[in-house]
């Protein structure tokens, strides 16, 4: 705990860009996290080189994204915003981590199977124990909460198993995490294959709304936005792309699905699939007008950049100072 509050991490890769689901799922619901928790939002740029990377393009997504994180209504000053790559206690306790991890546990991660296959010309040591560092990230910081999603409740289980063999070798040395079940956005999926969740990744530019996409674009996307031959707005299963477009909706608008659903029986997919598109447009133009505004103000971005990084250094210095004499380094001398 930081002075009286529980501490919550989360972060988000700087590869690709923020989608409509990023934001709806994830972003929007960390604003109201901070006057419960002592927060520590990372834009995770170590764990993005797993994959290969344009040097001068992940320096610009980092800082597009914390300017993200910023303009989305992430108080800098109640939230400790940073780069992963800034405070090099990541690294060196995930280092240590490694020693207190099986293979037959990493073996079992599934995220490394899908990414091994996806990436079969790079299958690198540090994909291999990329959830380590995740492990690092989390216990640097004796974060009590996880905001996790599907993809990832195997890799939190697994930094559980490592700070309680830790903790069960050197006494109380890290706080073992929850998982969050707080307040959590839709799930939002794709546009052009409603039963996958919508990605920063998808090589089909239609089936992802992106944070900066113009208005323009947006409406063009939802208008090619996959639905079905039934021809009624239900809230079903069975409709998949339709219950996604009355999601985003219920999203953007705090509607109930309920109301939604009456709101649009009378009409076609084509009046629901305008009507979301012009809320998505209202709900991301303050977002894009106020990362215009910060990312052009370079020394503003550069102080919270710099303030921020010496934040999250002095806490996982005290983490880390703690685990080196645990294990049995030597002493620093000052």
């Not at 979301?276 to 052009?296: N, S």
Request: hydrophobic letters at 35%; charged letters at 25%; glycine letters at 6%.
């Amino acid at each position: 705990m930081i002075d009286g509050k529980k501490v919550l991490f989360s972060g988000m890769q700087a590869t690709g860009n923020l989608t409509l689901g990023n934001y709806l799922g994830a972003l929007n619901n960390w604003v109201s996290l901070s006057d419960e928790y002592e927060c520590f939002y990372c834009v995770v740029d170590e764990h993005s080189i797993t994959v290969r990377q344009e040097p001068a393009e992940l320096r610009k997504r980092a800082r597009n994204l914390l300017a993200l994180y910023i303009a989305a209504g992430l108080d800098p000053k109640k939230n400790c915003i940073y780069y992963q790559s800034h405070v090099s206690g990541h690294a060196e306790l995930a280092w240590i981590l490694n020693c207190y991890t099986y293979m037959g546990e990493l073996n079992r991660m599934t995220q490394f199977k899908d990414k091994a296959a996806k990436h079969a010309d790079n299958i690198n040591a540090g994909l291999f124990t990329y959830p380590v560092l995740m492990a690092a990230d989390i216990l640097l910081y004796q974060a009590d909460v996880v905001p996790v999603g599907s993809d990832q409740k195997q890799h939190l289980e697994l930094t559980r198993d490592i700070a309680q063999r830790f903790n069960s070798i050197y006494g109380d040395v890290f706080t073992v995490p929850e998982p969050y079940f707080g307040k959590v956005g839709r799930k939002i999926m794709s546009l052009q294959e409603p039963d996958k969740k919508m990605s920063k990744s998808d090589e089909n530019a239609n089936a992802s709304v992106y944070l900066m996409d113009d208005p323009d674009t947006i409406r063009r996307k939802f208008k090619r936005a996959v639905t079905d031959s039934v021809g009624i707005v239900q809230y079903t299963q069975e409709q998949p792309g339709v219950k996604n477009l009355l999601d985003i909706y219920c999203a953007c608008t705090e509607k109930s699905t309920e109301d939604a659903v009456k709101e649009f029986e009378n009409g076609g997919y084509g009046q629901l699939k305008s009507a979301v598109a012009e809320e998505v447009v209202g709900r991301l133009k303050p977002l894009q007008d106020e990362f215009d505004r910060i990312i052009k103000d370079k020394e503003y971005l550069n102080g919270i950049i710099k303030e921020n990084a010496e934040k999250a250094q002095y806490y996982s210095n005290k983490t880390l100072r703690k685990v080196q004499k645990k294990v049995g380094f030597p002493e620093r001398i000052r």
